[in-house]
């Protein structure tokens, strides 16, 4: 049951997010079957709540001057930068940048930056969905091939 939890904390987590979880899940042996789903929902469901915190959070910090000033500044320039590459490239903008399996790129920040951009929370989700079974079959090839050429060496030495 504790590998459960493991997983499932560092699947959620900012910085391991799926690509911490579905290898720790699957070098302890966890069926793919049953830990690739596993992940790859748990690390889904990081996307709504992400939104509504943003959502929310900003609400309340606007009714500061300060930040709403310096936000309004930060996201114009961000949307002035990348308005044609947002509006060529969004949904599936947001979808490969989740979908590959690096530091930096994930469900939090993939999440947070189509907030940002403006993209409806509808696309957003639908886009994370996307990124998020890409990863995940991304890093289970990897494990898993990685698993099978450790064996070999083992078994050939």
């Known amino acids: 049951m504790m590998h459960w939890i493991w997983t499932a904390i560092l699947t959620i987590l900012p910085i391991t997010e799926l690509r911490g979880g579905l290898p720790y899940?699957?070098?302890?042996g966890i069926p793919w079957v049953l830990a690739y789903p596993y992940c790859v929902l748990l690390n889904f469901l990081v996307a709504p709540i992400?939104?509504?915190?943003?959502?929310?959070?900003?609400k309340l910090l606007c009714r500061w001057q300060f930040y709403s000033k310096y936000f309004d500044k930060l996201v114009e320039r961000a949307r002035r930068k990348l308005t044609e590459k947002v509006d060529r490239f969004g949904f599936w903008g947001v979808a490969v940048f989740v979908?590959?399996?690096?530091?930096?790129?994930?469900?939090?920040?993939?999440?947070?930056g189509a907030w940002i951009l403006g993209l409806s929370k509808r696309k957003t989700m639908l886009a994370v969905l996307v990124g998020v079974i890409i990863s995940g079959l991304i890093v289970s090839a990897v494990v898993l091939l990685g698993i099978e050429v450790l064996?070999?060496?083992i078994k050939h030495e």
Do not use: E, M, Q, R
């Open 151 to 153: 064996d070999f060496l």
């Open 99 to 112: 979908g590959i399996p690096l530091p930096i790129t994930g469900v939090w920040t993939g999440t947070l």
């Open 50 to 58: 992400a939104y509504l915190f943003l959502n929310s959070v900003h």
């Open 25 to 28: 899940a699957l070098t302890l």
